[in-house]
């Protein structure tokens, strides 16, 4: 299964065998089963998760008690509270699996170790920052100024294995919007 | 004024003067005035802008013609539509100056070729990166599940010199209200 993280890392930057074995070394494997929480808010986050299959969500609870699905994680895909992981300090969201869940875990100290060690992955790292940030960027301005079925369609042409992966009523709570509209777009789409 | 540009990498990263020399040679100086546009919606960004004085807004303008404030731009931030200049893809947000403006200037070439011959600006840019994802997540946070007076006591107690800056319908399109409710929120907080 880490063939996979080889292969996205490789996609930027060549790695030799004993490289990757190096590199490897420094995660741990986890598995989690559906429901299980893999980030708590107020709880320290040690890790950020390197999805090898299954299916997490990140999300916000606001004082009334509404959640707000700030992105979902699949296979391939990195996913953890970024602002306390990169700050150390406690956690600020939930992230916990829509399905049984395995993840490659990389600490804080680990990461810093291998991007000080590795220029390469200093490289890589920031490579990757870089294409979380537009993604964030884009989840920002089609908030501020996209319409719910505008998100939907965006968000169905990006991802559509989401589609299959994913409850309906977290796509909704994604895309801000009640089952029943989402249900409207579902039948009104291409 | 370059300086400001040496600190802030020496915060990350010590700096010989020879090196700081180097990566400053790799910069050009940029004026503009009140009004003129840094990067435009449609065309080429060429470069990534750290600000030596002003003031800039970065901006979408949606359908029916509204603006949507994403980010402002002060002394010693940077600023570009990082979608665009990463993937060297057309802008799709304009960024303006709110007054005269003084930038350094990054081609992304130079970025690029910076980070592979020095280690160390790899490490600087890696690092200025997870901070901006950061601060997009608070921006998604905040977007997604905090009030409007929530979002102008957060941004007041982050950025509190940003109120004398900027005029006021600017912030208030930053925060997503009107002229009026802001005036309120002014003659109420702290």
């Known amino acids: 299964m880490s063939k996979i993280l080889r292969q996205q890392i490789e996609k930027i930057t060549p790695l030799s065998d004993n490289e990757f074995e190096y590199i490897l070394s420094h995660f741990t494997e986890r598995k989690l089963r559906k429901h299980q929480f893999a980030v708590q808010c107020g ?19 606001d004082n009334d008690g509404k959640i707000h699905i700030i992105q979902f994680g699949m296979q391939d895909w990195w996913i953890t509270d970024y602002q306390a992981y990169y700050n150390q300090t406690a956690a600020t969201i939930d992230i916990d699996c829509i399905e049984d869940t395995e993840m490659l875990c990389l600490s804080y100290e680990n990461r810093e170790k291998l991007c000080a060690e590795l220029h390469k992955m200093e490289h890589f790292f920031r490579k990757k920052t870089n294409i979380r940030n537009v ?13 719910a079925k505008e998100r939907y369609d965006s968000l169905l042409e990006q991802y559509p294995q989401l589609f299959q992966k994913v409850p309906k009523h977290l796509l909704a709570s994604y895309l801000g919007v009640t089952r029943e509209t989402l249900s409207r777009f579902n039948s009104t789409s291409k």
């Open 43 to 61: 709880q320290a986050v040690k890790f950020d998760y390197f999805i090898l299959s299954g299916c997490l969500k990140s999300y916000h609870t």
């Open 135 to 147: 993604a964030l960027q884009q989840r920002i301005l089609s908030l501020m100024s996209n319409n």
